[in-house]
């Protein structure tokens, strides 16, 4: 399997536009997670699905930010508008029946 | 909150095994200890889990204290690719509202 995949690797933008950051699960996986890490706070993580319908949210910093599942194998992050505290990687990951989550490369933003 | 604690930081020589511990004293009956690894600019790597016994894959052993309070992460020949910071997580396997809390961990060094 090629495990969970992300687009893009990285991602230079200007603050105030708007961003999106793609993900595939691993095949047959019904819950998908994503993760933003910072120096200063961590992993934290910001929101899952399940069987692609939000369960969680409340990791979500604010409303500048939103998630998509339209279908088992692909989900979106979007922030809009962009700004320079939102740099960070940001991580997806899946897990089957929500035991053992495996993690996708990640995405580095960069807001300047 | 995280509800594990682990040194900061710990090194290891080449080749030796490294043994890393995990404080866990909350923890409940049904709750499983989970080890984690981030290597510099990659996603977290899933390395094993384990409820009460203690547990053996290609890549550690894990070791859990029979009041289930503690735990060892053991890299039985530590080599340079091993350098990273190695979380312990301890969560319900099957949940619906809980999810993985990564802490600090522990940055560990393989020394040549």
């Known amino acids: 399997d090629a495990g969970v995949i992300q687009s893009p690797r990285h991602e230079v933008t200007e603050m105030g536009q708007e961003v999106t950051l793609r993900c595939k699960p691993i095949?047959?996986?019904?819950?998908l997670f994503w993760y933003r890490q910072t120096m200063m706070r961590g992993l934290e993580l910001l929101i899952y699905?399940?069987?692609?319908?939000?369960?969680?949210d409340s990791g979500m910093p604010e409303d500048r930010f939103s998630a998509k599942m339209p279908n088992a194998s692909f989900s979106t992050l979007k922030i809009q508008p962009s700004e320079p505290r939102d740099s960070a990687v940001y991580f997806c990951?899946?897990?089957?029946?929500?035991?053992?989550?495996?993690f996708g490369p990640g995405t580095r933003l960069l807001v300047l | 909150d995280a509800k594990t604690t682990q040194p900061p930081s710990m090194d290891c020589a080449e080749g030796r095994a490294a043994n890393l511990p995990c404080n866990h004293s909350?923890?409940?009956?049904?709750?499983?200890v989970y080890w984690y690894r981030q290597i510099h600019s990659q996603g977290p790597q899933y390395i094993i889990h384990g409820l009460k016994n203690n547990e053996t894959n290609e890549m550690a052993s894990l070791i859990i204290t029979e009041d289930r309070k503690s735990s060892t992460l053991i890299l039985p020949h530590a080599t340079l690719r091993d350098t990273a910071v190695y979380y312990c997580?301890?969560?319900?396997?099957?949940?619906?509202?809980?999810?993985?809390?990564f802490g600090p961990g522990t940055r560990l060094s393989v020394l040549p």
């Open positions: 095949s047959g996986h019904d819950y």
């Open positions: 699905f399940n069987n692609n319908v939000p369960i969680d």
């Open positions: 990951a899946s897990s089957l029946v929500a035991k053992t989550q495996y």
């Open positions: 997580i301890v969560r319900v396997a099957d949940n619906y509202g809980q999810n993985f809390v």
């Open positions: 909350t923890i409940s009956g049904n709750e499983y």
